[in-house]
């Protein structure tokens, strides 16, 4: 039986400012047993979603009495070098307290860039370098650093830009939604998740049936989110293989939801998932 109602995935861009209508800001909602379907921003002269809109309207909605499962795909933490650099404690709510402080970038006129150059805020005293990845972008491939700037792929304007509305989110919801894994590797039955998610993981195993890149990977997110669910192998997906040492430095550092604990072959990846997304509602390549 599934464990949630319905599955939003959020494809997310940290471009411009956090009121500022964004092209590549993209929510697909799928639920019951009904296909992922986009969900438009609210009416307003706005063509496209903001970072604030989202922020507000996943409030709105985790907050109703159904449960959900969401995939944003933006990194959730830094890797624990950046913990020990910047002598942080290994805590992930204390570290979205500390990131908003030097990277305001929830702030109204404020653009990721704008703190990176040191005319907002005070990131200088909180870099991260290129060369750091988390153990979950290792075991993933292709994942790309949350601090490798200005590169094709790149999320670590969109993770810098992203994080202090995770918090804004907790700090509204309390308990109410788990924050996977660093609220623990089990979601309580009838509670709604937000988990970071990497729709290049298998993205191509959907067709895009015209749908733009942005919008495709919301689609995406939502469509695999809602298959795991479906055939049970959320479960496992939630409880990657680790040692206990690994599984210790990924509640500080977050995981991507779907990268397995051991290294795999991208080929295996995929058989996964276009097993578990074979059905009516999915088509694939």
């Known amino acids: 039986m599934p464990a949630f109602v319905r599955t939003i995935g959020i494809d997310y861009s940290g471009a411009e400012t956090p009121t500022a209508s964004l092209k590549g800001l993209r929510i697909y909602m799928a639920e019951g047993d009904a296909s992922p379907a986009e969900v438009p921003p609210p009416p307003s002269p706005r063509k496209y979603w903001t970072r604030r809109g989202i922020a507000h309207w996943l409030v709105e909605r985790l907050a109703e009495d159904t449960p959900t499962l969401v995939g944003i795909d933006h990194g959730f933490s830094f890797p624990l070098r950046y913990f020990e650099s910047h002598r942080l404690p290994p805590d992930w709510s204390a570290f979205l307290d500390d990131f908003q402080r030097h990277w305001p970038t929830d702030q109204d006129h404020t653009y990721v860039d704008f703190v990176r150059d040191g005319a907002v805020g005070n990131g200088g005293a909180r870099m991260g370098n290129a060369r ?21 792929g790149s999320v670590a304007k969109s993770t810098h830009a992203g994080i202090p509305w995770l918090r804004f989110i907790r700090q509204h919801l309390g308990s109410r939604v788990h924050f996977w894994p660093f609220d623990g590797w089990t979601i309580p039955g009838g509670r709604s998740a937000l988990a970071e998610v ?3 993981l298998w993205s191509r195993s959907f067709a895009a049936e015209g749908r733009t890149p942005d919008q495709h990977d919301a689609y995406s997110i939502a469509a695999w989110l809602t298959c795991a669910d479906r055939d049970g192998s959320l479960g496992t997906l939630l409880k990657p293989d680790l040692t206990p040492p690994e599984r210790a430095v990924a509640q500080v550092e977050g995981w991507i939801l779907g990268v397995p604990g051991l290294i795999r072959a991208e080929r295996e990846r995929d058989d996964a998932t276009s097993a578990a997304c074979r059905g009516p509602l999915y088509t694939l390549h």
């Open 132 to 152: 750091w990845r988390r153990l979950t972008e290792e075991r993933a491939g292709r994942a790309k650093s949350v601090f490798h700037f200005d590169v094709q």
């Open 198 to 200: 990497y729709p290049a």
